[in-house]
């Protein structure tokens, strides 16, 4: 069955550096999406893709954020200088109907 | 805008007996609904979804769930609880662009031996 996947599963980063998580979405798919999940708290929406470009953001995907389709299978998400605060569990998603699919996610880990 | 409340952060049921878990959500159109579950240290996985068509929605692992446009509901249910439910369990909601998912607080289901 198709899946996303997500590389790494985890992430330890020095607070300041940058990261990049990678996502390769279900090859078919249009619609990409990134989520994170900080531990305990609820999932939160970060930003929204299709056709190249952001269709939707959040207030968290901010100046430091970026996210990418460098190919016709990956999707990435870069910090650009990570804080304290961006450690989290962060869920890569794709949809072509109306349900989105996620990945495994990957915990990143910022000290 | 779209929002959902999830009625019970932590749910336990004993083995064999129904499972409910509350979903309630606000939107100022016809919404997108899903429920999603997350077991220990992975990510989410689709449990089922409604788009349109019949209002009750069969998913996998035998949970099947209501859209109530009237009480703006969607729990939750399964007839028989079995050990290998325990998980977190999310209600998310999206408008008919699709652009953002909408998540719940998520609700902690411990099913008792």
């Known amino acids: 069955e198709p899946e996303v996947t997500q590389t790494p599963s985890h992430q330890v980063t020095q607070m300041g550096q940058e990261v990049i998580l990678r996502c390769v979405p279900i090859s078919n798919h249009l619609y990409f999406y990134w989520y994170r999940q900080i531990l305990g708290q609820k999932v939160e929406f970060l930003v929204s893709?299709?056709?190249?470009?952001?269709?939707?953001k959040s207030e968290i995907f901010d100046d430091q954020f970026s996210v990418e389709r460098p190919d016709g299978s990956n999707f990435t998400l870069k910090i650009r200088s990570t804080k304290l605060e961006d450690s989290a569990m962060y869920f890569c998603?794709?949809?072509?109907?109306?349900?989105?699919?996620f990945g495994q996610g990957t915990r990143l880990t910022v000290v | 805008a779209q929002s959902v409340t999830q009625l019970g952060s932590h749910v336990s049921v004993s083995e064999g007996a129904l499972v409910l878990l509350r979903c309630n959500y606000s939107?100022?159109?016809?919404?997108?609904l899903f429920w999603y579950v997350q077991y220990p240290n992975q990510g989410l996985q689709l449990l089922l979804k409604?788009?349109?068509?019949?209002?009750l929605v069969k998913g996998i692992n035998g949970f099947e769930a209501e859209f109530k446009k009237s009480e703006t509901s969607f729990h939750l249910t399964k007839p028989s609880a079995h050990m290998s439910d325990a998980a977190e369990y999310f209600c998310a909601v999206s408008d008919r662009t699709g652009n953002q998912f909408y998540f719940g607080t998520g609700t902690s289901l411990t099913v008792i031996p």
């Open positions: 939107s100022s159109v016809p919404p997108y």
């Open positions: 409604y788009t349109t068509g019949a209002t």
């Open positions: 998603a794709s949809r072509l109907g109306m349900a989105a699919f």
């Open positions: 893709f299709y056709n190249n470009e952001i269709s939707e």
